[in-house]
């Protein structure tokens, strides 16, 4: 090997182990770096998560009182008393927790204050907005829990519903159905008058929605002594309502109906205060596809004497 060949062959290897030796060295720092920012990044989104529970009455309360809620979050939601001003919201009641990691959290609302249920509240749906989420969080109103499952820098917002719902039909006892005496309505046209109602689903996807008032009129027709009576025209399909005797002067029945394209089979319970008026209540629940539908809406009846 001449001395030439020999000098470009050292010059040719020593540019090669440099240019190695450089490589290794920056691969080195890319990685040190890529995990310094990998770390950086764990720091920042670990404990992120803000989990937060929300109460809200309809129609508006606040009248004293208070809820208890146990998990995360956890803590009381106390109703001050207030004075509503028109065209101005109420202040919302929160329970926020905050720098939590991502995964299931749940919360339970374990005690309401006796008055605010003696005014008839009762806890109607459970409302979670991650509805878009790979991992929905849920709401059961049977166990009065919501289930926060929650991702990487999410802030998820359950909501607790509470509606005025009509209790159901008290137990009457065989004394008291011989005892009473119930005025029998009059036949022919009524007026219908639709107060504001509620529909709220849970599960798969969640809605909470106002039912608008509204009024309309209907044909009533008795049967079987008064024990049996028919309207047409006011269960919101062709079909008409057929309602049967049961203590306290009250009817019952159901009817195939729907609300928002969504098919349901809708509870009529239809109280007799005299031969010209009427007042009951509509309830429905409906799951479909893990999803549960409740609506409920009262409503009034009264004779209609215009030819």
Do not use: H
Not at 29 to 57: C, R, Y
């Amino acid at each position: 090997m001449n001395g030439k060949l020999g000098l470009l062959l050292f010059t040719v290897l020593t540019v090669v182990i440099a240019a190695t030796a450089l490589t290794l060295v920056n691969t080195s720092d890319a990685k040190k770096a890529l995990l310094s920012e990998s770390n950086t990044a764990t720091i920042k989104t670990s404990k992120d998560v803000t989990a937060i529970v929300e109460v809200i009455f309809e129609p508006p309360l606040c009248n004293g009182g208070s809820l208890r809620f146990n998990g995360v979050p956890s803590g009381e939601i106390t109703l001050d008393n207030c004075v509503p001003v028109a065209g101005q919201p109420l202040p919302r009641r929160l329970l926020t927790a905050t720098s939590l990691a991502p995964g299931i959290k749940e919360s339970t609302l374990g005690y309401i204050d006796p008055t605010i249920a003696q005014l008839g509240y009762r806890l109607f749906a459970i409302l979670c907005d991650d509805g878009e989420s790979e991992s929905v969080s849920t709401g059961n109103i049977v166990t009065r829990m919501a289930t926060f499952r929650t991702e990487v820098g999410e802030t998820v917002t359950c909501k607790y519903v509470l509606a005025l719902v009509p209790p159901p039909e008290p137990v009457e006892t065989p004394e008291s159905e011989t005892e009473e005496t119930c005025a029998c309505p009059k036949e022919g046209r009524w007026k219908v008058k639709n107060n504001e109602g509620q529909m709220a689903c849970s599960g798969t996807f969640s809605i909470y929605r106002k039912l608008k008032p509204n009024t309309d009129s209907s044909t009533i027709k008795t049967q079987d002594d008064c024990g049996t009576i028919v309207a047409e025209g006011m269960s919101g399909t062709d079909a008409a309502l057929t309602v049967r005797r049961i203590p306290r002067c009250a009817y019952k029945g159901t009817v195939g109906g729907g609300q928002d394209g969504i098919p349901m089979n809708i509870d009529f319970t239809v109280r007799v205060v005299n031969a010209t008026r009427m007042t009951g209540v509509l309830t429905s629940k409906v799951t479909e596809q893990g999803t549960t539908c409740n609506m409920t809406r009262s409503f009034e009846l009264d004779y209609d004497d215009k030819p």
